[in-house]
């Protein structure tokens, strides 16, 4: 059975209005007046522990046996680091360790 088009672009249009909604809700709120001190810690510390998090979810199945498999992974690890400490830039940084890993698993694996 088709969908007419009316439907999913109503469809569309209702889930880009409450995309925008959510993300403008808090500065919108926040206007005029001051965050509380939990939501103002959790902005501050957020961010990196959830990237440790995903880090430390990369390197959880490397084994020492199969040392090869995890060479890339780590290499693009430490690009990452390094851009990162250099540029300052979180999408360069990504982009160059993404780059350098997808490079190296067609070489090494």
């Given at each position: 059975?088709m969908v007419?088009?009316?439907r999913?672009?109503?469809?569309?249009a209702?889930m880009?209005?409450?995309?925008?909604?959510?993300r403008?809700?808090?500065?919108l709120?926040?206007?005029?007046r001051?965050p509380?001190?939990?939501?103002?810690?959790l902005q501050k510390y957020?961010?990196?522990?959830?990237?440790?998090?995903l880090?430390?979810s990369?390197?959880?199945?490397?084994?020492?046996?199969?040392?090869?498999?995890?060479?890339p992974?780590l290499?693009a690890a430490?690009?990452?680091?390094?851009?990162?400490?250099?540029?300052?830039n979180v999408?360069a940084?990504?982009?160059?360790?993404t780059?350098?890993?997808?490079?190296l698993?067609r070489?090494f694996i």
């Open positions: 059975m007419p088009l009316s999913i672009l109503l469809t569309v209702a880009a209005a409450l995309t925008i909604l959510t403008a809700v808090p500065f709120f926040f206007a005029r001051k509380p001190a939990a939501l103002v810690y957020l961010p990196p522990s959830l990237m440790v998090i880090v430390l990369a390197f959880k199945d490397i084994s020492p046996a199969d040392a090869s498999a995890g060479l992974l290499a430490v690009l990452t680091a390094l851009v990162h400490l250099w540029k300052r999408l940084s990504i982009a160059f360790g780059a350098l890993y997808m490079v698993i070489v």
